[in-house]
């Protein structure tokens, strides 16, 4: 039996075929936003799947999914480079993430850098799709690699992708509450708990 949400576990990349999985996922449709959203998912798997949730990474996803709403991407770009430390080891500690080994740690700061590529691709030089589309295929690999369960990407389909990113709409507060519980286990919802 599958997973009840749509998910897969490995198996995702067709082939070890990046055009295959695009066209699969149907990636080139879905906005900016969209793909945002699933990296932000993917985070959190990643974070489940590593037992990661500390208050201070639960404050991180908050911000992250932030992104979606944002009317102002470049402040939002702004903050997260103050909130986010370049390296690992700050990184590591900024976010009490030293109970963990240091190979888990640069696997999970990958990831994040991965979001941060899709959230700022076609943010400065104009849309060019694979700018987002190619930093979201690493994070689908990546997580296949490592078994974590990957989201239904189904649902974002419904956030089409525009050639102007300022016509790229906002995620829906409808499809934020579709997503959460189905991608991420309720994660989100800890998160907001713990942060009051």
């Given at each position: 039996?599958?997973?009840?949400?749509?998910?897969?576990?490995?198996?995702?990349?067709?082939?070890?075929?990046?055009?295959?999985?695009?066209?699969?996922?149907?990636?080139?449709?879905?906005?900016?936003?969209?793909?945002?959203?699933?990296?932000?998912?993917?985070?959190?798997?990643?974070?489940?799947?590593?037992?990661?949730?500390?208050?201070?990474?639960?404050?991180?996803?908050?911000?992250?999914?932030?992104?979606?709403?944002?009317?102002?991407?470049?402040?939002?770009?702004?903050?997260?480079?103050?909130?986010?430390?370049?390296?690992?080891?700050?990184?590591?500690?900024?976010f009490c993430l030293q109970f963990m080994d240091d190979k888990t740690c640069v696997f999970i700061f990958g990831i994040l850098e991965d979001v941060?590529?899709?959230?700022?691709?076609?943010?400065?030089?104009?849309?060019?799709?694979?700018?987002?589309?190619?930093?979201?295929?690493?994070?689908?690999?990546?997580?296949?690699?490592?078994?974590?369960?990957?989201p239904a990407m189904a649902p974002l389909v419904i956030s089409k992708a525009s050639k102007n990113m300022d016509g790229d709409d906002l995620l829906?507060?409808?499809?934020?509450?579709?997503?959460?519980?189905?991608?991420?286990?309720?994660?989100?919802?800890?998160?907001?708990?713990?942060?009051?």
């Open positions: 039996m599958g997973d009840p949400y749509g998910r897969k576990k490995t198996g995702q990349i067709v082939n070890g075929n990046m055009k295959n999985t695009m066209r699969q996922y149907k990636i080139a449709e879905i906005s900016i936003r969209g793909r945002m959203g699933y990296t932000i998912t993917c985070f959190e798997q990643t974070i489940i799947f590593y037992k990661a949730q500390t208050p201070q990474i639960c404050k991180l996803i908050s911000f992250l999914w932030s992104y979606t709403l944002s009317t102002r991407l470049d402040l939002w770009d702004e903050q997260f480079r103050q909130t986010v430390p370049g390296n690992i080891k700050d990184f590591s500690e900024r941060y590529e899709v959230a700022t691709g076609n943010l400065y030089g104009g849309y060019v799709s694979s700018y987002t589309e190619t930093p979201l295929i690493h994070i689908i690999e990546k997580l296949s690699v490592k078994n974590i369960i990957l829906p507060k409808v499809l934020l509450k579709i997503m959460e519980p189905s991608y991420s286990k309720g994660l989100f919802s800890q998160c907001l708990q713990i942060l009051g």
